[in-house]
């Protein structure tokens, strides 16, 4: 369930007030530098382009960039059907321009190249980073071309460290935050690329090595796995690198003497099978430990890696172990909650005649835990109690909370053996001097067996969406009735039942808003989406039922799903339908 109050980013963009921590991130970045939304906003700016535009970050903030900054050459308005930047912006891929013109505040013009690329980061909405710098050239025609291409080179390396924040930040996943460091390095500076990474049992493995092949990137697994160990002594550039002693070259020539360890056979291995002539060799660290080396190398390419070459890969590096630090950590933290989740969730109990399944999806950009949950049980009367409920947030107290009202329900549910609604009474009133949550919405249910074989379902709504019953002829409807106050309002109000007649060989759908809720779209679209696709699997198994509906149902958005289904039997005497 989201939190219904106002993000952060919206009183931002509202206000103009800037973003201290991506503020911050431009700085790192030593050009000048702002971030625009997916309108074209600017969102933050770094002090060199207050400098150069001579204007504040509270002047700028909040400003459509296009129409605030650019210019054509004579200082006139640029449609946007002639501006690359704004073509490039929502096309959404990077794009560069040598000669170009923004205005300052004094009116002048200020003759610049740049660069956008895509910027994003968990947790982010989707912005593009723009990178400009002082085009001198423009208004100093005494400049000499080896200077232009001096300037030019020095842009293109911050250009690169700031695509490279951009791409390795906006993942949590370490494959592809790897992927993406392969790509950014390769063809750009190398013909090879090694990353070698030290696990958590403080073994080195060989994770990657690519090739540039033109524009293609070929992977060698022949070439990768398990390494020996890191000596503690050994001055050779791998070992010290590993250790997060120095960056330094290699050629060769450097494993050419006998090796004094087997990382250094490994090395020479490497040289010989790439054909490697120059080599760069990095450190990859994260904020307490060395996570491994970065080796780029060259074997087509002309020319050796120089000093300034190593600065750059050592920035370089320097981001993507950060990267890859947070991704470790978030795949562990994620790992953790797993299994909790899967401890607090309970196992479907069997009904003789009835078929249920389950299915728990975390968000996407949550922990794997939350506070959806479902819940099925056996009451004291021989009844089968159904139960889906959502706690407010997505973290570990919303699955604390969760926790704790599933086990006061099961409580209630057993011991009073009272219609749905008065049970749902006392858990409300029970809440909040008892548990930690501030909010939660449920459904809750009796199902049960009557004498002559039909099966009827007795339920109260506590704020949720609607129960959805698919007849076994594709009929499809939203059980509206037994509808009450969410949980946690402190409104004592006496709540509803209502009861049905469950048909023989129907489904019970019972579902948190995650799986109805999507940008862009209202509840509606997503109630009528979900019935539709209901009815259209009516005649699956329960299992094949599920697991469709989650493929063709479940929206792009960023809400845990839980999802309980509820397969009524046939009647006996009407054979094999």
């Keep these: 369930m989201k939190e219904p109050e106002a993000t952060e980013t919206d009183f931002r963009k509202s206000s103009g007030v800037p973003d201290v921590r991506l503020t911050d991130a431009l700085e790192a970045i030593g050009a000048a530098t702002y971030v625009v939304d997916e309108q074209g906003r600017i969102v933050a700016v770094n002090s060199l382009a207050e400098r150069l535009l001579g204007r504040s970050a509270e002047e700028l903030v909040g400003q459509d960039a296009h129409e605030l900054l650019h210019r054509g050459p004579q200082g006139q308005s640029l449609p946007t059907s002639q501006c690359r930047m704004r073509q490039a912006f929502h096309a959404r891929r990077p794009a560069q321009a040598d000669k170009d013109y923004f205005a300052r505040a004094d009116g002048t013009l200020l003759p610049i190249s740049w660069l956008i690329a895509p910027w994003g980061t968990g947790g982010r909405d989707a912005g593009t980073l723009v990178i400009f710098h002082a085009s001198e050239q423009a208004h100093d025609t005494g400049a000499r071309p080896e200077q232009a291409d001096d300037r030019l080179s020095e842009f293109e390396r911050l250009a690169l460290l700031a695509e490279t924040t951009s791409q390795l930040t906006s993942t949590f996943v370490v494959k592809e935050a790897l992927d993406r460091l392969v790509s950014l390095v390769l063809p750009r500076l190398a013909d090879w690329v090694v990353i070698d990474l030290i696990t958590e049992r403080d073994e080195v493995w060989r994770t990657a090595v690519f090739q540039a092949d033109g524009n293609t990137l070929v992977q060698h697994e022949d070439l990768q796995g398990p390494m020996p160990p890191v000596p503690a002594e050994s001055p050779m550039p791998l070992s ?141 009367d021989g009844a089968t109690a159904l139960a889906v409920g959502d706690v407010v947030g997505h973290d570990l107290e919303a699955a604390a909370g969760m926790a704790q009202l599933r086990n006061m329900l099961r409580a209630y549910g057993w011991s009073q053996q009272e219609p749905p609604s008065r049970v749902v009474e006392r858990l409300d009133e029970a809440m909040m001097p008892i548990t930690d949550v501030t909010m939660a919405t449920l459904i809750f ?61 129907s489904t019970l759908l019972l579902y948190t808003d995650g799986l109805i809720e999507a940008p862009g779209h209202t509840l509606d679209d997503g109630l009528n989406r979900l019935r539709q696709h209901a009815a259209a699997l009516a005649h699956r198994p329960v299992a094949s039922f599920t697991d469709q509906l989650l493929r063709r149902v479940q929206p792009p958005g960023s809400d845990d799903v839980a999802l309980l289904v509820v397969r009524i039997p046939g009647k006996t005497h009407e054979g094999t339908d």
């Excluded at 009835?354 to 949950?373: C, F, H, I, K, N």
């Excluded at 074989?453 to 002829?473: E, F, K, V, Y």
Aim: net charge neutral; hydrophobic share 40%.
């Design 445 to 505: 249910a009796r199902v049960t067996e009557t004498d002559d074989g039909d099966w009827q379902m007795s339920w109260t709504n506590a704020g949720h969406p609607p129960p959805l019953l698919i007849t076994r002829d594709g009929l499809a409807h939203y059980l509206t009735a037994g509808h009450g106050l969410l949980l946690g309002t402190g409104v004592c109000t006496s709540r509803s039942d209502a009861t049905v007649v469950l048909p023989p060989g």
């Design 240 to 380: 010290r690198a590993l250790r997060g002693v120095a960056s330094a070259l290699a050629g060769p020539e450097t494993y050419q003497g006998a090796p004094d360890s087997g990382i250094a056979a490994e090395q020479r291995r490497l040289f010989e099978a790439t054909g490697m002539h120059s080599a760069a060799i990095v450190s990859l660290r994260g904020t307490r430990d060395v996570l491994g080396a970065l080796t780029l190398g060259r074997a087509r390419k002309p020319g050796n890696f120089t000093g300034a070459d190593l600065t750059l890969l050592e920035e370089i590096a320097r981001r993507a172990g950060i990267a890859l630090d947070n991704a470790r950590l978030y795949q562990r933290q994620r790992k953790v909650a797993e299994t909790m989740q899967n401890h607090l969730l309970p196992q479907m109990p069997r009904v003789p005649g009835l078929e249920m399944t389950v299915r728990y999806l975390a968000a996407p950009d949550a922990s794997q835990v939350g506070g959806d949950w479902y819940d099925a049980f056996t009451l004291a």
